[in-house]
């Protein structure tokens, strides 16, 4: 669950201001910079990219997420992500539902070394100022229904 959890915010990096275009192509950038901070483990940029009112449907707040990505950093060598964009949708101008996949993979010390997963997230994401943030999210390993 905790792999999980870090797949969702390893995401959550967004341009700041972003490039100019749609709103669509602000939150493809979005996703693009939130995959390259996760890789970089570069959790204080992922966390500027979420709500201070944030919570999942999992009971998660901004603290716990942020707790999560430290150990998640902590505990792996390496980290690669390859992610797919299956829907945006956006609300007016300062809302958006991002639909995506990712398929995380990375190596630690322990037992093989090498681990790797799928998922399906479901990002609810808001624009109060200049930036996009992440308010809630919803995952589930690939195949299985989100909640």
């Not at 100019?20 to 192509?25: A, I, L």
């Not at 999942?56 to 603290?63: E, I, Q, S, V, W």
């Not at 609300?91 to 010390?109: Q, R």
């Not at 681990?115 to 999210?137: M, N, Q, R, T």
């Amino acid at each position: 669950m905790r792999n999980v959890i870090f797949a969702c915010l390893l995401l959550i990096v967004a341009a700041c201001g972003g490039p100019p275009g749609t709103p669509e192509d602000v939150l493809r950038t979005w996703v693009t910079n939130g995959e390259v901070a996760a890789e970089e483990k570069n959790r204080s940029e992922l966390l500027n990219m979420i709500s201070k009112n944030y919570v999942d449907a999992r009971g998660n707040d901004r603290k716990q997420i942020g707790d999560l990505l430290r150990i998640y950093f902590f505990r792996q060598n390496s980290l690669a992500l390859l992610t797919s964009i299956d829907s945006i949708e956006v609300s007016g101008e300062t809302a958006a539902t991002v639909t995506l996949t990712i398929g995380m993979a990375g190596t630690k010390d322990a037992g093989l070394g090498i681990s790797a997963d799928a998922y399906k997230f479901e990002f609810e994401l808001v624009k109060p100022d200049e930036d996009w943030l992440l308010i809630g999210a919803r995952w589930a390993e690939l195949g299985q229904d989100l909640r």
